[in-house]
């Protein structure tokens, strides 16, 4: 049971940060208007696809880019929309993502009166001279307040810090994150910095101008964080991501887990099912193009028929970042295919995995090399 999902995409932001490979934009200006109507017109067709047996909604998620750049009244409107054509649990999780900077603080109190529930601040760094170098708008003062703004405000809030940074030692590392947690947020995401192709840091590393900690360091990072967060309450329950237990983020459960969920705006994907069918879902990515498909066709999502077996690569894929792992009874009722039982002895041999009650997990050793492990049992699949 994952529960169905709602995903915003907002594309725009203030400035483009030089490690960032999402798809977002600079604009000087945009009517405003006019995009959140593309919105409200593209969560429509999604509504008509699915026809009169809909799910019900338990988490909405306004991502981009940067959302805290809408109005409260536009994320109004939309909460509006989806209401008006799901059903939405009473307690459902309505998170919007958010910079520190003042200017979008003082937009907080506008969105908890629109309905939102939860914030999740893109601080990244409590330090002056890497906030500067990660291309941050914000400074550390700015940060802190818009925590302690975030926790007067709504019932949840979460932030991001980024580490593995240039320079950044174990010392460093360990004083930020110790002072991270003295905030007593329930969750923190923690995200280990990496070189993505087509980004500014990609051209600076090309150019021999970047240099992240080597492998070594890097292992000892994370190992870092793991220990400290744990100590502190906060166990990873995915990869890059510690919570209290109860307090973990249920949209990103719903993609971990395989669930359905919409995705709207520019470049947004989404799995539903239709009539018995996984179906992917991709909007156009550019802004303009998806504004023009929309305000043309009232869409610009592409439909593809997902297979079986693709499918359950991609459920293999997701669920095997949760520490909570994969239910295997599960698993082969929901897709008829099993995992090829000498890889996972082999996994299980090497320390890799762990099989117990019918549930594999990955083990602490595993998760430094989990693409390789997910891609070892992927490779197989057969009939269950």
């Known amino acids: 049971m994952t529960g169905f999902g709602v995903y915003v995409h907002w594309p725009y932001c203030a400035a483009k940060c030089p490690y960032c490979d999402f798809n977002s934009h600079v604009r ?4 405003e208007r006019r995009w959140v109507d593309g919105i409200l017109a593209e969560l429509s067709a999604i509504a008509e696809l699915q026809g009169d047996v809909r799910p019900l909604v338990g988490s909405i998620f306004f991502g981009g880019g940067t959302p805290s750049l809408m109005s409260g009244d536009a994320v109004a409107s939309v909460l509006d929309r989806i209401a008006a054509h799901w059903r939405i649990e009473p307690n459902a999780e309505i998170t919007l993502e958010a910079n520190p900077n003042s200017v979008e603080q003082a ?5 908890r009166a629109a309905g939102v529930n939860r914030v999740s601040i893109g601080v990244q760094a409590f330090d002056a001279e890497a906030l500067k170098a990660l291309g941050r708008l914000h400074d550390v003062d700015e940060a802190k307040a818009a925590i302690r703004l975030a926790a007067e405000i709504f019932p949840r809030a979460s932030f991001d810090l980024i580490y593995a940074r240039p320079g950044q030692s174990l010392a460093d590392w360990k004083q930020e994150l110790t002072h991270a947690l003295a905030f007593g947020t329930s969750h923190l995401s923690l995200y280990q910095l990496t070189i993505e192709p087509g980004t500014a840091y990609a051209t600076l590393a090309r150019q021999g101008k970047l240099h992240l900690p080597d492998e070594d360091l890097a292992v000892d990072l994370y190992q870092l964080t793991q220990d400290i967060c744990g100590g502190a309450g906060l166990p990873a329950y995915e990869v890059s991501n510690h919570a209290r237990p109860g307090e973990e983020s249920r949209h990103n459960l719903i993609y971990w887990r395989y669930g359905d969920y919409a995705g709207v705006g520019p470049g947004a994907h989404g799995r539903l099912t239709l009539s018995g069918r996984r179906v992917a879902t991709e909007a156009e990515r550019l ?16 439909l593809t028929n997902v297979a079986p077996p693709d499918a359950a690569r991609e459920h293999l894929l997701m669920e095997l970042r949760l520490a909570e792992g994969l239910d295997l009874a599960s698993y082969r009722a929901r897709w008829g295919i099993g995992l090829p039982a000498e890889r996972v002895a082999a996994l299980c041999e090497a320390g890799l995995i762990l099989v117990t009650d019918d549930r594999l997990r990955v083990t602490a050793r595993g998760r430094f090399v989990l693409n390789a492990v997910i891609a070892h049992l992927a490779g197989n699949l057969a009939p269950a």
């Open 28 to 31: 000087e200006r945009i009517n």
């Open 107 to 111: 937009r907080f109190r506008d969105y």
């Open 287 to 302: 802004p303009e193009r998806w504004l023009a498909a929309v305000e043309k066709s009232g869409t610009s999502l592409t």
